[in-house]
């Protein structure tokens, strides 16, 4: 069975730093892309990053780019997720998602069929 | 980056009855189109991909069309564990880009 865990959110001072962990077990990790997604209290989803699957490629969202930094250590089967500079509006749940990807005619399409529970960080004073 | 529009941002509906929400992206992105539907207090969860893909598992009762720029998630009859926030994403160029999501209630 996939499964996909999430650690290392917590409450956080603006500026701060943490790093967020999914652990995957049930699949073969280094086969696949990882994202990171996130939401904020009672708002929608965010794409936030994601990486290739030796590591080689790795895409941010604006908001984000220069403080977060993903990486994976496909050894230990685990994405994770550097969070510098940290702002209030980067408190949100921070999911992790398995992207198997669908390869048509040369495209190739997100499929992000398995996803963690999320973990919660709080940047407040 | 690309914007995704969804409409209606909530609708209200019954059992049995057919719901279509919309997906608009400011651009052309082909069919890099996923939805995705979330429960209060869950993780998404793939519905569909390539704009009409259906995931294995989720029953034949969604489906998706569109390509381009307009794209249509619809429910053909509701059923009572539906009821949850839709979302589209564009998975066209980076970054990728969520609709704002439609709550169906």
């Known amino acids: 069975e996939v499964q996909l865990v999430e650690s290392g959110g917590g409450l956080v001072q603006p500026g701060g730093s943490l790093r967020l962990s999914c652990a995957g077990s049930?699949?073969?990790?280094?086969?696949?892309?990882m994202t990171w997604v996130r939401q904020a209290p009672g708002k929608g989803l965010e794409w936030v990053a994601n990486?290739?699957?030796?590591?080689?490629?790795?895409n941010y969202v604006d908001s984000v780019k220069g403080r977060f930094t993903i990486s994976r250590d496909n050894t230990m089967n685990s994405l994770y997720l550097q969070m510098n500079g940290l702002r209030a509006e980067d408190t949100a749940v921070y999911y992790c998602?398995?992207?198997?990807?669908?390869?048509?005619?040369?495209?190739?399409?997100?499929?992000?069929?398995?996803w963690g529970q999320g973990t919660l960080v709080t940047v407040a004073s | 980056a690309i914007q995704m529009t969804q409409s209606p941002s909530s609708l209200s509906a019954s059992v049995g009855d057919r719901v279509t929400i919309t997906c608009r992206a400011s651009?052309?992105?082909?069919?890099?189109l996923g939805w995705y539907q979330q429960k209060p207090g869950q993780a998404p969860k793939l519905l569909i991909f390539?704009?009409?893909i259906l995931q294995s598992g989720v029953p034949s009762r969604f489906s998706g069309s569109g390509s381009g720029t307009d794209f249509t998630l619809t429910i053909s009859s509701l059923q009572p564990e539906d009821f949850a926030t839709y979302y589209c994403?564009?998975?066209?160029?980076?970054?990728?880009?969520f609709g704002q999501g439609t709550k169906v209630e």
């Open positions: 651009q052309g992105i082909r069919n890099d």
């Open positions: 049930g699949f073969t990790f280094s086969s696949d892309w």
């Open positions: 994403l564009q998975d066209y160029n980076y970054p990728r880009t």
């Open positions: 998602a398995r992207d198997v990807g669908y390869n048509s005619g040369g495209t190739y399409y997100d499929v992000h069929d398995h």
């Open positions: 990486i290739k699957r030796d590591g080689s490629q790795k």
């Open positions: 390539a704009a009409s």
